[in-house]
């Protein structure tokens, strides 16, 4: 089986009809070796900018929201108004460079144990992700 072959299978199991335009999305997103961490509007621009076929903003959105319903993206939510897609699906944690709006994986080796006193009735604790916000020396 080939990469176009799983795309079109990774896009139909996501209920969605693998069109040209969605599979590039999925040679963007899962056609590469490393984690790759992006925002839907960075997205649109690599897909602007990178391929000569045109994908709507809301193509690349409800593809991306789709690919995560079904657990092939994770989203993390640095704030109210921005929220970054990554490739790498395993709870691990991240830095986010405020300076540049990079997210940047950090390993569980990288951390040390984390230990949480509270706990909320009738809740448990589905995962434990640290976002270590940076910024450069200035």
Request: with cysteine; hydrophobic share 35%.
């Amino acid at each position: 089986m080939n990469n176009n072959d799983q795309f079109v299978e990774k896009l139909r199991t996501s209920g969605l009809r693998p069109t040209k335009q969605r599979i590039t999305i999925c040679k963007l997103l899962f056609d590469r070796k490393d984690t790759f961490h992006f925002t839907i509007n960075k997205l649109n621009n690599i897909l602007k900018n990178s391929f000569n076929e045109r994908i709507s903003l809301a193509t690349v959105y409800n593809t991306i929201h789709a690919f995560k319903n079904k657990g092939y993206l994770k989203e993390i939510s640095i704030n109210s108004d921005k929220n970054y897609f990554d490739t790498n699906v395993t709870n691990h944690h991240h830095f986010f460079n405020e300076s540049t709006n990079e997210l940047i994986d950090l390993h569980d080796n990288d951390v040390g144990k984390i230990k949480i006193k509270k706990i909320i009735p009738g809740k448990k604790i589905k995962s434990v992700e640290v976002l270590v916000k940076i910024a450069n020396n200035n």
